[in-house]
Every structure is written in C-alpha cells, then in structure tokens.
C-alpha cells in the first residue's frame, strides 16, 4: 500500500488514510486477521519498525483512530514520549479535529449541535447509542459533543463540517443518526429507507482537519482533501430545488 505522508519528523507520522482500511485489529478483524488481511498499523510498521517500541500492540503508536470506511488525517506517534504528549492533548480536549460528512436529509438550521451520553448500543453491539442529557443512561456511558455547519445543500443530502469536542466511538455517525440525518452510505447506521447516492460504496465520512501541539512546542495544522471518489458522488448529486 502506498500510503500518502502528509507530515513527518522524529516525532510523529501524519498519514491520509484511505477507505476500506481497518487502522489496528480489534474485534471481528482481531479474529479473522488470521485470514491475511493486513491493517493500516501492519503497514506503518513494514516501512517503520520503530513503531513496535511505542504504546502496546496492537495498538502501538496510533494516537487516535478512524473507521473502517472513514477517510482522511490519522496521527501516529513515533517515540513513547510523544504518545503520551500527544494522548494528554486529546483527554484534554485541546485537538482541533474536522470532518466533512454527508449526511440524509435537508438541515433547516445553519449550524448546530449535538450533545449526548453515548454508550454501546444494548440492541447491538457494534454500535453505540446516543442518551439524551439527564436521561437515564448505562454507568458506561460518556458524554459527547458534535458541532456542525452546513456547507451545501443538495435535494436530498446536506454536506456538513463537523468538528468534535470529544472522541467516541462511531461519534458522528452516532450523533447524526440521533437527530434523523444518518451519514449518506453508512450501512450500520443508516435507516432502511436512508437514500443513498449513486457511485457511494461507503459512508461519506472524511476527516479533513487536525490542529495539534507537537512535542517541540510548535502548533501544526493538518488538512486533507476530500478523496476523488467522494468529491464524484458530489457532482452527480441533485441541486436542492428553489
């Protein structure tokens, strides 16, 4: 795999994830890594063998993950020292992270947002659920935050800028599901009757933005463009009607 680097000291690995690529095996690809199919992690560690000597397996040096299906900026510690610097940042919610989803549906407000408990669904296992504030939720669950302003709107779909305040698990496609506009092409998410575009053969979830402090004191920002596929499944789209 030809993995595109965006930034690179002695530090850390900033990489552009591709779609269809698990980051590090755990779960289902845990069991059936035995098949040959290699993770992102295999990868990093084929052209960086450093990366054993960092955090744990299988784990090791990936500060954060990214689904599956989602694309985009994925940061990678190269020494323990970093990890741990870098994993304070996150806990203490000084990251500035960006995505570009599409999600179902017309949004009536310009911006908004989200603000839950999020717990493992008890209906099914690979999701999470989303409790309203106060409710009554599982002593497992966390809160989570998600703002978004809408970028385009199209007939059928809403292009939107989300940025997260905290880093759940299926965060945003949790919170999109909450309020009715599940990500366009998200299989486990999505409803029975959710549209989805013409050409979309995975959710359109992209993580386009990340502001960070390094090690060395300087603040870097990150960015990555929508991938070509997506940005196809936007020019075919319907305008929305006037």
Do not use: W
Not at 106 to 128: A, H, L, N, Y
Not at 193 to 217: A, C, E, M, V
Request: charged content about 30%.
């Amino acid at each position: 795999m030809n993995l595109k680097v965006i930034y690179e000291d002695g530090s850390v690995l900033v990489v552009d994830k591709p779609a269809g690529v698990v980051v590090f095996p755990e779960g289902e690809t845990r069991r059936v890594r035995a098949g040959g199919s290699k993770t992102l992690i295999d990868y990093l560690i084929e052209q960086n063998p450093e990366l054993k000597n960092v955090g744990e397996g299988p784990r090791y040096g990936v500060v954060h993950r990214l689904d599956k299906d989602t694309s985009g900026i994925l940061l990678v510690a190269k020494r323990q020292e970093a990890l741990i610097f870098f994993q304070k940042q996150f806990k203490s919610r000084e990251v500035g992270k960006k995505y570009t989803a599409l999600a179902t549906g017309v949004f009536k407000e310009d911006s908004g947002i989200i603000e839950t408990m999020i717990s493992r669904s008890p209906q099914d296992p690979r999701k999470q659920k989303a409790y309203p504030i106060g409710s009554e939720a599982p002593k497992s669950a966390r809160d989570a935050i998600t703002e978004y302003k809408v970028k385009e709107i199209f007939e059928d779909y809403t292009l939107l800028d989300v940025d997260i305040k905290t880093g759940r698990k299926h965060q945003i496609r949790c919170h999109l599901t909450y309020i009715h506009h599940p990500i366009a092409g998200d299989k486990l998410y999505g409803f029975k009757d959710s549209p989805t575009p013409d050409g979309l053969n995975r959710q359109f979830l992209h993580s386009s933005y990340l502001k960070i402090k390094l090690p060395n004191g300087n603040i870097k920002e990150f960015e990555s463009d929508l991938p070509k596929e997506l940005k196809m499944v936007l020019e075919e789209i319907n305008p929305a009607k006037q």
